[in-house]
């Protein structure tokens, strides 16, 4: 959660900003989730990349009585919405956050995070959540 939330303060002013002058919200409700979005390229994620940031949705909001972030394309949303009102350095940053989670997995575990297990994910992401303060 300390992952996302340093992540969010990073892009949020400029979705409040967006939603505010109006063109935000119709943004959003126009994406239609996808089952398959982590199998295939997002508009700004490479394959590998929404594969790991469904990981990430999926460690970080798991499914309860609910249903995680993986399972409601949270991820797929996400690569929407970075290409439909973010600038280019803000996806920059986005995209540097996804490969620094992998890379991290793979110096601490020495494998990509999508081949962890849920208690390494949540080490990498704590771990990191710490640097991004």
Do not use: W
């Amino acid at each position: 959660r300390a992952f996302l939330q340093s992540l969010s303060q990073a892009v949020g002013f400029a979705a409040a900003t967006t939603v505010v002058a109006g063109s935000g919200m119709s943004v959003a409700f126009a994406y239609t989730p996808k089952p398959d979005s982590a199998s295939r390229p997002g508009l700004l994620f490479s394959k590998v990349q929404m594969q790991i940031l469904r990981d990430i949705c999926d460690t970080v909001l798991p499914a309860t009585d609910t249903k995680s972030a993986a399972q409601v394309d949270c991820h797929g949303f996400v690569d929407h919405q970075l290409v439909q009102c973010h600038s280019q350095h803000q996806q920059q940053m986005c995209i540097d956050a996804v490969e620094l989670v992998n890379a991290n997995a793979k110096l601490e575990f020495g494998n990509a995070f999508s081949q962890l297990n849920n208690k390494q994910r949540i080490k990498v992401l704590v771990e990191i959540g710490y640097f991004m303060k």
